[in-house]
């Protein structure tokens, strides 16, 4: 007599329904429930929680990559004892995404290497584990894309496409200073995503600078007046981190 083995057609239907997760486990599952006496409830259960799994893995890597964080920088390998004057409070508060469910925005305010972009970054990878979608850019960057898109037409949409982003960071505010049209680009994109969504935006300078990295004092104004309202604001203090690896490497 022949015995039905349907294993392999379960595998191959799994796959037709495109149920990755189901279909790599699906062997050791059987095992395991064969090996327990499981119940079929108990080995389905099994095996949605694992396509479910699969399922918020690839989910993950996809807003991983297209949030173009420089580097895996973590609130864990940050180094909290070498200004001892940082806000942890604030920090530990902020990587909660309490403040990206407020739609508030934060600026992060210090100077060369004290760790803005860092946190920023680190901020923005607990939101990413949190089910956030996350871009991050710098300045530069940011006008690059829109100037760009304005060659082909697309200025509008990019906006709006820019606008619905739940956290952007933009990294490196007036390091540069904003030249016309830049500034118009700059205070549209602010304008659309007030109250909407979250940005969190790291300077080299202090607040009451901002003002000068604009060639229309109007526009420099009515944008960083959306950019402060409610926003929490964390100022770094100390030296540099850079400047402390140099002085280690040479001795």
């Known amino acids: 007599m022949t ?127 949190q089910g956030i979608n996350v871009l991050c850019t710098s300045q530069t960057e940011l006008l690059q894309i829109l100037q760009t898109s304005k060659a082909t037409g697309s200025y509008s949409q990019k906006v709006r496409s820019l606008s619905k982003v739940a956290l952007l960071i933009i990294d490196d505010f007036g390091l540069k200073p904003l030249r016309a049209p830049q500034d118009e680009d700059l205070h549209d994109l602010i304008a659309q995503r007030y109250e909407k969504t979250t940005t969190i935006v790291t300077s080299n300078l202090a607040l009451h600078e901002w003002q000068q990295a604009f060639p229309n004092q109007l526009l420099g104004a009515a944008c960083i007046d959306r950019l402060q309202h409610n926003a929490y604001i964390l100022t770094l203090e100390g030296m540099s981190y850079r400047s402390n690896k140099s002085q280690v490497s040479v001795q």
């Open 3 to 129: 015995i039905h083995q349907p294993l392999p057609e379960l595998g191959a239907q799994l796959k037709k329904l495109e149920l990755s997760g189901m279909v790599n486990t699906l062997d050791v599952r059987n095992q395991e429930a064969i090996a327990n006496q499981m119940a079929y409830t108990e080995f389905l259960s099994l095996l949605v929680q694992d396509e479910l799994l699969t399922r918020d893995n690839r989910r993950y890597d996809r807003r991983l990559k297209l949030a173009n964080l420089s580097g895996y920088k973590t609130i864990e390998n940050f180094d909290f004892k070498f200004n001892p004057k940082i806000n942890q409070a604030l920090i530990r508060d902020l990587v909660t995404g309490r403040f990206i469910m407020e739609k508030y925005p934060l600026l992060i305010i210090g100077p060369c290497g004290t760790g803005k972009s860092h946190i920023a970054e680190a901020i923005g990878l607990c939101a990413i584990r």
